[in-house]
């Protein structure tokens, strides 16, 4: 049986293993990835929350409420039935169908289907969708958190901001200043498309309305038009969010809680992939490793991959090369060891992180004031042949692509998937849903009559598609494969049972977070869009 054999397995590998604890925060696992074993540098779990205010801890319930707190525990079991697999993969669903106007959608999306399963406890991914209201398009995002959830929870509540009001004509930044200077209403920057779950740090909202405001203030002191390109931008909203979330830290704070805040953003960090799509315009900007591929339906009915970003890390050329130009000769050998940025981190982009970005002085500074650190879990960490800080950056890499009519759909997702699954995998999940889908619709109407050898037939059909018909969603389905799948590339539930049900401490040696959105196109606006051009 798979699950006496996963269960025995997983449980005397983990009481029998050796976690090598670094100082403060820092430490490294063994992680099984599919038939390899890869070592990848996680962060001890921070609490973000102060006593009685809001918390992470909630938020998914559902999911956790099937997990065993501690490979301790005496009865130990991975079983679930099939409707509790289903409750727990389904809690972070979220999706949303562009409305048509007049029965004509001039939208090149169509809708988005998102979801996320925690590894980590509270979870440290995040997520954002929103639809540009002062600018044309949408933007999509994925924010993969490191030693804690806090500078993720940051960066996908105010990125999409500073990105929309970098895009912004100068007569509108100058109605919104002007409507903050007389205190009257300020027009409406985005439309957002949050998961009931999707928490928000109220109590410093003000203090982040307050930095925006500053941002498009320097952009109106720029005296630019017609202003920035998209590409620009989003770089330029990349960087200057980086840059505000390491002066919040620094400033001087007498609330407590907003100073708290501000330290574990800025010593906690964030990867970020975001894609803007206005027409068949296309543009995605990545920081780290979350990813971002297109499904292709070429002409002779098969699906190809488009890649649109490069995962930032040891493992690409480029980035140890960019890293090598703006350090000395003498630290070539000790920029990456085991893979990882200085012995510390995979990623080599990332917001926050201001452990590998200030000078040893300024973090001392900074932490020797703050009274609340060590309570926190932050401490000074300075690792080996730290020299020519920065040695991290969050400038993006932009990448833009023009939609075609082939193009059908975008799948953006944190690294907890491509550890799982390769793109073409992804694609071709999506793209066999798809059909699925549309292959069942016609097939609601009942032959007459019905009788009982016919209906056994249907249900014999079901069962032969497998378990992914259940998900409506295909982010959902894409989390099933993910975790579930066999040698065989089908799911196991046994398999699935078993990962879903790992306790709080062994989780994360198993796999990651995941966090997926998956955009479909518009094919019939796409179409008219280049019958109108031609």
Request: include cysteine.
């Amino acid at each position: 049986m798979m699950s006496r054999t996963v269960s025995s397995w997983i449980l005397s590998s983990a009481r029998n293993s050796i976690v090598l604890q670094g100082k403060g925060r820092l430490y490294s696992i063994c992680i099984p990835n599919r038939n390899k074993i890869k070592w990848k540098l996680v962060f001890s779990k921070t609490r973000l929350y102060p006593a009685g205010s809001c918390s992470l801890d909630n938020t998914f319930s559902l999911k956790k409420a099937f997990r065993h707190t501690s490979t301790e525990e005496e009865h130990f079991s991975f079983q679930l039935s099939p409707s509790q697999i289903n409750d727990i993969l389904r809690a972070g669903e979220l999706s949303h169908k562009i409305l048509d106007l007049n029965g004509k959608n001039v939208n090149s999306v169509l809708r988005f289907e998102s979801n996320q399963l925690a590894s980590n406890t509270p979870i440290e991914d995040r997520r954002s969708a929103a639809t540009c209201l002062q600018t044309k398009g949408m933007m999509f995002g994925v924010f993969d958190g490191h030693a804690g959830s806090a500078c993720a929870q940051a960066v996908s509540e105010r990125l999409l901001h500073y990105i929309a009001v970098s895009l912004m004509s100068r007569q509108t930044l100058e109605e919104i200043e002007l409507a903050v200077e007389r205190m009257k209403p300020v027009l409406p920057i985005l439309q957002w498309h949050k998961h009931p779950n999707d928490v928000q740090y109220q109590e410093i909202t003000s203090q982040y309305f307050e930095n925006l405001r500053v941002y498009w203030q320097h952009l109106l002191d720029l005296d630019t038009e017609p202003g920035f390109s998209l590409e620009e931008a989003m770089i330029c909203a990349f960087k200057r969010l980086d840059s505000d979330i390491s002066l919040e830290v620094q400033a001087p704070q007498e609330n407590e809680l907003m100073r708290n805040i501000a330290l574990q953003v800025a010593f906690s960090g964030a990867t970020a992939c975001v894609a803007h799509i206005d027409g068949v315009h296309l543009h995605v900007a990545n920081t780290g490793d979350c990813r971002a591929i297109l499904g292709v339906h070429e002409e002779d009915g098969t699906w190809s991959t488009l890649p649109l970003t490069r995962d930032h890390n040891a493992f690409d050329e480029f980035e140890i090369r960019r890293l090598k130009r703006e350090h000395p000769r003498s630290e070539e050998k000790t920029l990456f060891v085991n893979d990882r940025l200085l012995g510390i981190l995979m990623p080599s982009r990332a917001f926050g992180d201001v452990q590998l970005k200030w000078s040893k002085e300024l973090q001392h500074s900074v932490l020797e004031n703050s009274c609340d650190a060590e309570a926190l879990n932050i401490y000074q960490y300075v690792p080996p042949n730290y020299h020519t800080p920065p040695y991290l950056t969050a400038e993006p890499e932009v990448t833009y692509h023009k939609l075609r009519r082939k193009d059908k759909f975008l799948v953006i997702a944190s690294d907890g998937l491509w550890e799982m699954l390769s793109n073409e995998k992804v694609v071709q999940l999506v793209a066999g849903q798809l059909t699925e889908l549309n292959v069942q619709k016609p097939q609601l109407a009942f032959e007459k009559p019905v009788n009982l050898g016919y209906m056994h037939s249907l249900l014999l059909q079901r069962k032969n598609r497998g378990i992914g018909s259940l998900d409506q969603n295909i982010a959902t389905h894409l989390i099933r494969h993910a975790i579930g799948s066999n040698e065989y590339g089908e799911v196991d539930q046994e398999k699935l049972a078993a990962m879903l049900t790992l306790p709080e401490d062994l989780a994360r040696m198993y796999r990651d977070d995941i966090t997926i959105t998956v955009v479909y196109f518009n094919s019939e606006t796409i179409e008219n869009y280049y019958r109108n051009n031609e």
